[in-house]
């Protein structure tokens, strides 16, 4: 997946950071530079998916809370406890659940379950 896109000059070796080739750098004595990170920058951190076919599992696809990663697994991942009395349409996350099951069989709600009784 990934490439190795800083390659060095004299042995031809690819690295994925340019951190990684200029510190490989210094074993041929060649002109060497590290960024230094600044008080000022602050790397966010992001939450990946622990499922690895999963397209959130790539950390430029990731999730930037822990509240956010953990609904997402429940709901593509997890197993769906929560049912609908109306539809018997399930689901993995209980808020979802909640906000469902107030509006399944309203007028103003058409329920997307395919059930006809609750169509309105």
Not at 1 to 9: I, Q, Y
Not at 40 to 51: A, G, L, Q, S, T
Not at 84 to 98: I, L, N
């Amino acid at each position: 997946m990934a490439t190795n896109r800083f390659v060095c000059e004299i042995c031809n070796k690819g690295f994925q950071r340019d951190q990684n080739l200029q510190l490989h750098r210094r074993g041929h004595n060649l002109p060497w530079k590290l960024k230094q990170r600044t008080n000022k920058e602050v790397r966010k951190k992001v939450y990946v998916c622990p499922e690895v076919n999963c397209v959130h599992h790539d950390p430029s696809r990731a999730l930037g809370d822990l509240t956010g990663i953990k609904k997402h697994f429940s709901r593509k991942h997890g197993e769906k406890k929560w049912k609908c009395e109306k539809c018997s349409k399930k689901y993995a996350v209980q808020s979802d659940w909640k906000a469902h099951s107030k509006t399944c069989g309203t007028r103003e709600y058409r329920c997307d379950c395919g059930n006809p009784l609750l169509k309105v």
